[in-house]
């Protein structure tokens, strides 16, 4: 009887070493799973960041997109007031030259006392005269 006793005690330690091994593994898997979870809900949030990301990026490009039809237009808009500019700057050369040349005129005709027909880049026709 006191053998079956020690083999029940040494069954008994050995049950209780196992069921703290069991335990420690319960314990550990746990712990992975919890950090499992934890790791999981980052990668939710990332991927909702990335989504948000996608749609702003596909709404850039949609704007983008949009604009870029635009710019033949706008090209053809600056070439066509770039060429209107020109116009205007030949414009006033053609003016302030039409101005000098009237003055010398005008100074001319002072010095000398006569009457001469001008004509200006209108087509009109001028006449200086000296008033006494």
């Known amino acids: 009887m006191i053998v079956v006793r020690i083999l029940l005690n040494v069954q008994v ?6 069921v703290k091994l069991l335990y420690e593994k319960m314990r550990i898997q746990a712990s992975t799973l919890v950090k499992g979870q934890a790791q999981y809900k980052d990668r939710l949030n990332e991927v909702r960041i990335l989504k948000v990301k996608i749609a702003d990026i596909k709404r850039e490009h949609a704007i983008l997109s949009y604009n870029a039809k635009d710019i033949s ?6 070439h066509s007031l770039n060429k209107e500019l020109i116009q205007e700057k030949t414009k006033v050369q053609n003016l302030s030259l039409f101005d000098l040349t009237y003055n010398y005129f005008v100074e001319f005709t002072m010095e000398t006392e006569m009457m001469v027909p001008l004509q200006c880049m209108f087509g009109k026709s001028w006449e200086v005269t000296m008033e006494s």
């Open 73 to 78: 237009v706008l090209k053809r808009e600056i």
């Open 13 to 18: 330690v050995r049950r209780n070493q196992e």
